[in-house]
């Protein structure tokens, strides 16, 4: 199944799914799937509020709020702790760590998802494709984004990303030779386009760089990184929608549920909902409570798969 991928992890505990190039026969580099790797999160230390636990009267027991013997993952320790804070709801009487779930699944029903945006996490993807990318960075709330320039990056960066319609793997056994003959004519297909594009796009740079060298004044530039800009700026303007965008997307924890509830979605394309329900792995692998209500759920159809949750847009 193309949604049960391994999750690797890092030393320092922070988990992700690689995904590695493949080359055509003329070496052009393209990806089958995504990557994506999650390169930061919020850190968390409730003991630098200890002065304010403190600061009450002892009837009150706030004081004993940090001595909670479980302890929760950092992001749901986050969320919980300013939930209580804003009833200061810290002492003897308040919901302890064991029962954080009941406790984050109330803060999901009752719609109170503004306490879920303190945690953020950072996901960095690659191997999908510029109309992926185009689609990620529509969502505007709670989300922070870095991707690949159009302008600096020349053609020995470039790689591709094929459709996951293409690919012979993702037919199942029972598909019929006459279908299997049809992917694998989609797939040449596409390995020729891609080989076409970088060729064109090499020829187009040379053009480009031959014409700035006999004095074109939109390509003129006195800094060396200005000059590169004009040529790769120009030059990219004919690269297929297949072209890789790796992107960096911040975003905290209400923001990542709207985003998976919309792109892990079995109305959204195809290869944003594979990306998405990777993203969604990872984020449930690190905030279990945060993200836990959701259930994956195949899509026999399309051989993908598609979250659900009673909990929509908290
Ligand atoms: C299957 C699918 C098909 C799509 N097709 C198209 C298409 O054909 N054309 C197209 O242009 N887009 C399309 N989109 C994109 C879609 O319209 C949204 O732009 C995108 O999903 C971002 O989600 P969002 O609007 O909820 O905003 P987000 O930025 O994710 O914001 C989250 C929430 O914050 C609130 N919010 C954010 N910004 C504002 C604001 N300025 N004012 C008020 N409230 C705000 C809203 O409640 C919003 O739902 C499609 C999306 C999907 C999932």
Known sequence: MPFDEPIMM???????IPAGAHFTDRGTPY????????????????????????????????????????????PERLVK???????LSLGAGRTPNAEAGRY??????????????HPVFTLFF????????????RHRAGFGFSQVSQRYVDGTRLRFVERPEYQEDGLGPDAPPTLRDAVRDLHLGFLGEIDGA??????????????????HPMLAADARTEARKQVNQVAREGLPNCTEAP???????????????????AAADVPIRLA????????????????GDYEVVPLPSSRTAAVQTPNRKI
């Open 126 to 137: 690659w191997g999908i494709d510029r109309s992926v990318t185009h689609e990620l960075v």
């Open 81 to 87: 702790f300013l939930g209580q804070a804003c009833y």
């Open 10 to 16: 890092t030393e320092a505990g922070f988990p992700y």
């Open 104 to 117: 984050l699944d109330n803060l999901k029903r009752s719609g109170h998802g503004s306490v879920y945006e």
């Open 276 to 291: 998405m329900l990777k993203a969604y792995r990872l984020l449930r692998m690190v905030a279990p409570l945060l993200f």
């Open 198 to 215: 970088f060729a064109t796009y090499e020829a187009k740079a040379a053009s480009l760089i031959a014409a700035k060298e006999l004095g």
């Open 247 to 265: 992107i960096g997307v911040t975003g905290n924890a209400r923001a990542w549920r709207h985003a998976i509830e919309m792109r892990a979605n």
């Open 31 to 74: 990806l089958t799937e995504a990557g994506v790797a999650m390169i930061a999160r919020s850190s968390v230390d409730l003991s630098a509020a200890d002065g304010f636990l403190g600061g009450f009267g002892p009837d009150l027991g706030f004081g004993g709020y940090l001595a909670d013997p479980d302890v929760l993952p950092e």
